[in-house]
């Protein structure tokens, strides 16, 4: 059974860094298609980051240069680690995969390939 759990949320001032983990069991990541997106009370989900199956990273303009994404295969563990937080990154973030193959992380971030599993989410809460 495929699943994903995201760790590492919580409340932290504007300005400091929080690492999320994303753990995978099954063959969840397998395709090597995958994100971190977030939900804002009131908002629509967005796409934060992404890596393709060619191993390509992309990054929402809102996070580029504070995000960064990797994964470890050896763990099947996703990461996102934010730094210099702001309070407009207050969301619940969830990770996602996607079974197939898939190329271009703008695809990815806009929601173009369907991502058939996702986690329930870690809230983050920037304070100011």
């Known amino acids: 059974q495929v699943q994903l759990v995201e760790s590492g949320g919580g409340s932290v001032q504007a300005g400091g860094s929080l690492r999320l983990s994303c753990a995978a069991s099954?063959?969840?990541?397998?395709?090597?298609?995958m994100g971190w997106f977030r939900q804002a009370p009131g908002k629509e989900r967005e796409g934060v980051a992404g890596?393709?199956?060619?191993?390509?990273?992309g990054y929402a303009d809102s996070v580029k240069g504070r995000f960064t994404i990797s994964q470890d295969n050896a763990k099947n563990t996703l990461y996102l680690q934010m730094n210099s937080l702001l309070p407009e990154d207050t969301a619940m973030y969830y990770c996602?995969?996607?079974?197939?193959?898939?190329?271009?992380?703008?695809?990815?971030?806009?929601?173009?390939?369907?991502?058939?599993?996702w986690g329930k989410g870690t809230l983050v809460t920037i304070s100011s």
């Open positions: 996602a995969a996607a079974r197939g193959y898939c190329s271009g992380t703008y695809n990815i971030l806009k929601g173009y390939y369907e991502m058939h599993y």
């Open positions: 099954g063959n969840a990541f397998s395709s090597n298609c």
């Open positions: 890596i393709d199956s060619r191993g390509s990273i």
